[in-house]
């Protein structure tokens, strides 16, 4: 499992990467992640939903509802322009964090 701290400031960018191609809602995110990285790491309920606040009050995404079979309401996000942007800044973040932190770390063998 990842820690929750090592990853927090790229749960935006994981959540904006799963609505690139099609808008989404809560559960199917969640699911998504959970088998897009092999169950290491698994985002919590409160984690995914103050995301989603915080995305849309920067204008990353934007919500509407839709009528599921069942007569039920369902949330979905779709990402925005803005949103696009934001998450080409955040691949490039990622690069140099990757270049300063592989600086720091040392070729193990673990057994």
């Not at 199917?28 to 990285?37: A, P, Q, T």
């Not at 204008?59 to 009528?67: K, L, M």
Request: aromatic share 16%; hydrophobic share 30%; with cysteine.
């Amino acid at each position: 499992m990842i820690s929750s701290d090592v990853i927090r400031g790229y749960n935006d960018t994981i959540i904006l990467y799963l609505l690139l191609d099609h808008p989404s809602y809560g559960y199917e995110i969640s699911k998504k992640i959970k088998e897009m990285s092999d169950e290491k790491y698994i985002i919590k309920e409160t984690t995914l939903y103050s995301a989603f606040n915080r995305l849309q009050k920067n204008g990353y995404v934007e919500s509407f509802y839709q009528e599921q079979s069942h007569g039920k309401r369902r949330t979905y996000y779709r990402i925005t322009e803005s949103g696009v942007n934001y998450y080409y800044e955040k691949c490039q973040e990622w690069e140099v964090t990757k270049e300063v932190i592989n600086q720091f770390i040392k070729e193990v063998n673990f057994k």
